[in-house]
Nanobody, 125 residues
């Protein structure tokens, strides 16, 4: 599967932004999906993940209550709605996928086989 992330940009602190990740292929529903982010000079880390049907979602503690991950299997997309953004949310955001035969929705970046190119989110203070 090929992933294309979009929706990044410049947003003031306290604002909201929605990211989208479009997947190629006709088997999107067989992939667990996730978002990770990488701030300048830091390791790429987990943000949110969602199961095959969207029935369950998982978040990093710092994103709980602010971010919401969702997916539309008919449109082959996964989205990340980000609210109450702070400058600490500034990072390149990556979508990732793992086929159900190889894994499930987890918080470990090593578990994901496919990655999008990333989209930059900058939150100004």
């Amino acid at each position: 599967v090929q992933l294309q992330a979009s929706g990044g940009g410049l947003v003031p602190a306290g604002g909201s932004l929605s990211l989208s990740c479009a997947a190629s292929g006709r088997t999107f529903s067989t992939y667990a999906m996730a978002w990770f982010r990488q701030a300048p000079g830091k390791e790429r880390r987990f943000v949110a993940a969602i199961t095959l049907t969207g029935g369950a979602a998982y978040y990093a503690d710092s994103e709980k209550g602010r971010f919401s991950i969702s997916r539309d299997n008919a449109k082959n997309t996964v989205s990340l709605l980000m609210n109450h953004l702070t400058p600490e949310d500034t990072a390149v955001y990556y979508c990732a996928a793992v086929d159900k035969s190889r894994g499930r929705a987890t918080m470990a970046k090593a578990d994901y086989d496919y990655w999008g190119q990333g989209t930059l989110v900058t939150v100004s203070s």
